[in-house]
Nanobody, 123 residues
């Protein structure tokens, strides 16, 4: 069964930088699209950035020019480099992955979420 594990969240001052990671594990699988989402208290979950298997990226307007999404397909890992962080970036950040699990018959498509990692931007 495919699982996603996030890491790298924490407390950072405004203007600072942080990198979060999302690692996928399992027996036999392939990931197509991946993305980072965030949810602040009292708000709905919103998309931050997405990346295709081929590396095509999309960003929310609020993070363009400050955040960079990337992935290492060989390691089944996705990253989000966050620079020039603002207090309004404070949220729980979740990774999402869509792909195919080849360990079962028939093959199963999956759409998975990580457990979330807290990012707090505060002085």
């Amino acid at each position: 069964q495919v699982q996603l594990v996030e890491s790298g969240g924490g407390l950072v001052q405004p203007g600072g930088s942080l990198r979060v990671s999302c690692a996928a594990s399992g027996n036999a699988f392939s990931i197509d699209d991946m993305g980072w989402y965030r949810q602040a208290p009292g708000n709905q979950r919103e998309v931050v950035a997405t990346i295709s298997r081929g590396g095509l990226t999309n960003y929310a307007e609020s993070v363009k020019g400050r955040f960079t999404i990337s992935r290492d397909n060989a390691k089944n890992t996705m990253y989000l480099q966050m620079n020039s962080l603002k207090p309004e970036d404070t949220a729980v950040y979740y990774c999402n992955a869509v792909g195919t699990d080849f360990s079962s018959r028939p093959y199963r498509r999956f759409n998975l979420w990580g457990q979330g990692t807290q990012v707090t931007v505060s002085s």
